[in-house]
């Protein structure tokens, strides 16, 4: 059964695709491929002019499956961090606006997939939201770097990558992981409400805008894929 479904706004052409494994939302191989169909899936329905990443309470995503990581198998964990690069390049790339319904903890890939998103909606609380790979013995690949420093404010990367710094919502926002913060029962309204207001514009022309204006990021971002997948 898979962790990943997507739903229909009622009385509306937003698309929420929700992640819940009732734990801590792990990107495994089979959950990234779940969500990179969703993602596909909104974006060729010409129903539908927004889409809506949203995790459970408490929980966005932690991340990597670490289980992967701890097996040892090093051919393993290049595929899978190459598949995380995928998605958020997919969500960076996608021909509509993808709004992060951020509602909780978002750390490591999770934090990568907010960089990914066009708007980030936040949940008040104690919620830690970052790149803590060096702080767990881990190295961030390149494609990461190229979407860090495009979306995160340069007065914080250095303590955002290499310092490892989690931060509350609230400091995430100055960080450049979430645009707005709000409490944690309206985060998905009002992600959907963001959406709905971005759905509005012209989908021919922001394809056009977006695919100019992100080019150069997308493109980075595919060479490192390809050149991560090839160490294997």
């Known amino acids: 059964m898979s962790n990943v479904s997507m739903r229909m706004v009622a009385d509306s052409s937003v698309a929420v695709i929700t992640m819940d494994d009732g734990k801590a939302n792990a990107l495994s191989k089979t959950t990234i491929a779940d969500l990179v169909e969703a993602v596909s899936d909104a974006e060729q329905n010409q129903k539908v002019v927004a889409a809506v990443l949203a995790g459970r309470d ?8 670490l289980e992967v990581f701890k097996s040892g198998d090093i051919g393993a964990v290049v595929d899978l961090v190459a598949d995380g690069g995928d998605l958020v390049r997919k969500l960076y790339g996608c021909g509509l606006p993808i709004v992060a319904a951020c509602t909780g903890h978002a750390v490591a890939a999770g934090a990568l997939m907010l960089l990914g998103s066009d708007v980030r909606v936040g949940a008040e609380g104690s919620f830690k939201i970052g ?15 190229t979407i860090a420093n495009e979306r995160l404010s340069k007065r914080h990367i250095q ?45 021919g022309a922001y394809q056009k805008t977006m695919a100019g204006f992100r080019k150069p990021t997308l493109d980075a971002m595919a060479e490192q894929i390809v050149a991560d997948r090839a160490q294997t």
């Open 58 to 65: 408490g929980r966005f995503s932690g991340g990597f499956d």
């Open 131 to 145: 790149l803590n790979e060096v702080a767990i013995g881990l190295t961030l690949p390149e494609w990461a770097h």
């Open 159 to 203: 303590r955002s990558i290499a310092n490892a710094r989690l931060t509350d919502p609230a400091t995430a926002v100055d960080v450049g992981f979430l645009d707005r913060v709000v409490p944690l029962e309206n985060v998905l309204d009002v992600a959907i409400e963001e959406a709905s207001s971005m759905g509005a514009l012209d989908r």
